[in-house]
Nanobody
Framework: QVHLVESGGGLVQAGGSLRLSCAAS????????MGWYRQAPGNQRELVAF???????NYLDSVKGRFTISRDNAKNTVYLQMNSLKPEDTAVYYC???????????????WGQGTQVTVSS
C-alpha cells in the first residue's frame, strides 16, 4: 500500500514562510501529475498548485507570485514553498498525486493525510 506522507505545516505570522513536503511512502512505478489542495473550514477543497512530470506548473490566482511548487522525481516528492503568507491562506493542505503503484495496476489518485497551516494576523 502506498501512502503520501506530508510534513511542514504549522503556525506562522502573516508575511512569514512555510515549506510543505509530500513523499510517497515506498517506491512506485510512475507518478504523473502532483499537486497541493487546501480546505478551510466551511469551504470546498480547492486546487492550490499542480506540477507535471516535466515541471510545468499552474497556480490558484490568489497564490501566484507567493507560492512555488516543485518536485523531485528521484525521491517521489513534491514541495510547496509558501512565502508572504496571509491569514486567508489558513487551511488544511493536502497533497495529491496520480500514481502507478504496481506494474499490473493503472494510475490511481492518492491523497496525503493533510497538514494544518495557520497564519496569524
Amino acid at each position: 500500500q502506498v501512502h503520501l506522507v506530508e510534513s511542514g505545516g504549522g503556525l506562522v505570522q502573516a508575511g512569514g514562510s512555510l515549506r510543505l513536503s509530500c513523499a510517497a511512502s515506498r517506491s512506485v512505478i510512475n507518478i504523473r501529475n502532483m499537486g497541493w489542495y487546501r480546505q478551510a473550514p466551511g469551504n470546498q477543497r480547492e486546487l492550490v498548485a499542480f506540477i507535471t512530470p516535466g515541471g510545468s506548473t499552474n497556480y490558484l490566482d490568489s497564490v501566484k507570485g507567493r507560492f512555488t511548487i516543485s518536485r523531485d522525481n528521484a525521491k517521489n516528492t513534491v514541495y510547496l514553498q509558501m512565502n508572504s503568507l496571509k491569514p486567508e491562506d489558513t487551511a488544511v493542505y493536502y497533497c495529491n498525486a496520480e500514481v502507478k503503484a504496481q506494474l499490473w495496476k493503472g494510475m490511481d489518485d492518492y491523497w496525503g493525510q493533510g497538514t494544518q497551516v495557520t497564519v496569524s494576523s
